[in-house]
């Protein structure tokens, strides 16, 4: 181990919850991590990033700040959840697509705020849904202010989302929204309506996946495009790298499900499996071993976690890498990130174009 | 009793449950109720007005059925509310403000259409938060498709009327429906927050009323006004008489929780109780019975409406009638009645605005 290795081994170790972390920390976090693994290069260009767009998630941070959170219980529900950290890599994406072009002015924070109320509106639906017990480490809104102040708190930030994306101006935005909304719905009830079924195949799974999380990522980097002034082209080479950004975080994700530190996501270990959704390594593992449905049927159907013997836990791990589920996994991710980084190819050189390539390539090491 | 009383009567007897009413029906309906009681004159204006609206609320139907309802779980929950009827008279109020400017054309249908869509997408969440078995006398969307995919229905409504408001394109409304959604979240939130404490008074239960219910129908008004091309003052004039028009609504609401028919509901009786919402009848009741609250709290607590002994419904029922507080609460909603029909006064003459007044005054008749 190398000095600098030790030194971020150390600030790893040492540093606080994810959850407690300022917008710029996540990008220190992420170095540290890239320095442990050898990667010395992506590791000093995350601090480059850092400097880069780390005082606009600053403002984004001010900003969600001034939403009147304090005043009903669903605004309460709502700020508890927003100011409880997260990675804030969609609004990271706006401000990133606007440095492209002209910069990230007023018209882009609004937009980045929007997007960040979009996807915590999603999150507070989905514990609702899910019953779930924490979100980022922290109790989930719905089991500190209830289920009722929770579906509230979820309606009223994807109203505040539309009313800021209203205000901000740019012609279209607001459209391509509220289809943006809609797309993630119908992903979300395509999702459930194979619940607990266990039968997804690659083919839904990666519509799904698409629907429910690529869209929103899609939306944040042409929403930043056109802020920033870039033109047609620019716009759809931009959205083109938020579909395949999104769907590569959604598979690796998936993989923190398997094989993450509950520390790091917050969440514990087959959560997605126990809620009764299929994960990708789960369904790639599935194709090559057909016997392994008895064990993941038994996690599915488990009502606590504990419930589950760790016999079956080992059986279900020990198959994912011994059929190769987790490492295609971790391919079809790359896959996705080599063709976000593509998309990148025709745009202005510069930091902010750099910068976007580097969080793709991050995507693959983050480990919350 | 008359002849014509009696064939009333005999419609009334013989009339399928209002659920499953075309949207004319309704009116025939109260028409039907207004001349049982004497009402004649009432009575026959309401046919005129089944005459003048009718076709509008067909058209609003047949526009619902176009919605792309078969295809997911969510949006085949939202349709299944969707058909099943309802008073459609918030979508009323969008048509005959309409009809009092330049008439009923198609920007006015999507925003009658929007309107209901909203209503629509609030039930859907509230049947959520309240566990309701049942709507509008049938399997709540919740009972029958899940909790999950009625929170996702909810949110598409929401969605999908927003994204016809944005297509009708008329300057304003847009931000005025935005800003009525984050009002009526605003009040079911204070709501939320007076839940079960049977401790709300009289000033904030009309602050909730003014949020959560009267805030639509004030938006129905407004946007049918200006889709009919008509001025300031007269949609601030709608506006108000829908503000007006939509808390005496409420008001019939709650004394229909308490002595109502179910059949005419759809809800049991003290519905609203058991959810630990105190209605107004109730309210005015304990301001002049304060002893009257153990037998509140029992029927609140209660689990199931069977475990409340008729012992304790007949106290309360008596307690509602010698205290004067249905006799109050009946005038309280006449004098919104009367505000909203002076609302009217300035407006152009003709079969529209009687309408409207009709509307209003027909509002005290109605049973369900």
């Known amino acids: 181990m190398t000095v600098n290795q030790r030194k971020a081994q150390t600030r790893i170790e040492r540093a606080a919850p994810i959850v407690a972390d300022g917008p710029g920390e996540v990008l220190s976090r992420l170095s540290d991590m890239c320095e442990l693994r050898g990667l010395d290069g992506l590791s000093a260009d995350l601090l480059v990033l850092r400097d880069l767009a780390g005082p606009d998630l600053e403002r984004l941070v001010a900003e969600l700040e001034t939403l009147e959170v304090t005043e009903r219980l669903a605004q309460r529900a709502a700020g508890a959840l927003l100011s409880n950290g997260g990675k804030r890599l969609r609004p990271l994406c706006v401000a ?3 440095r492209v072009g002209t910069g990230f002015d007023d018209v882009a924070l609004q937009l980045a705020v929007a997007v960040e109320l979009v996807h915590n509106a999603t999150l507070l639906h989905d514990d609702v849904i899910d019953l779930a017990p924490t979100r980022r480490g922290a109790p989930a809104a719905r089991a500190e202010f209830g289920n009722a102040a929770s579906i ?6 994807l109203i505040e989302a539309l009313r800021r994306v209203r ?29 607990g079924r266990l039968a997804l195949d690659r083919q839904l799974y990666f519509e799904i996946a698409e629907s429910k999380s690529a869209t929103l990522f899609r939306w944040a980097l042409r929403a930043g495009a056109r802020a920033g002034g870039l033109g047609t082209a620019e716009c759809r080479a931009l959205g083109d790298y938020g579909t395949q950004l999104g769907v590569a975080f959604q598979i690796i994700d998936d993989l923190l499900d398997l094989t993450g530190e509950r520390q790091a996501t917050g969440k514990e270990l087959f959560a997605d499996l126990r809620e009764g959704k299929l994960t990708l390594p789960l369904i790639l593992a599935l194709e090559r071993q057909p016997d392994l449905r008895p064990a993941l049927e038994e996690i599915a159907s488990s009502a606590e976690a504990a419930d589950v013997g760790s016999g079956v836990r080992r059986r279900i791990a020990e198959a994912l890498v011994r059929t190769g589920a987790v490492r295609e996994s971790r391919e079809l991710a790359g896959y996705r990130i080599a063709a976000a980084l593509e998309c990148l190819e025709g745009l202005p050189a510069g930091d902010a174009t750099a910068a976007l390539a580097l969080v793709a390539r991050s995507t693959l090491m983050r480990e919350g």
């Open 167 to 195: 205000r901000a101006g740019v012609p279209g935005l607001l459209d391509e929204l509220l289809e943006t909304i809609a797309e993630m719905i119908r992903g979300e009830s395509l999702q459930l309506e194979n619940r």
């Open 152 to 157: 509230f708190a979820g309606d009223w930030l």
């Open 96 to 98: 990133l697509a606007a």
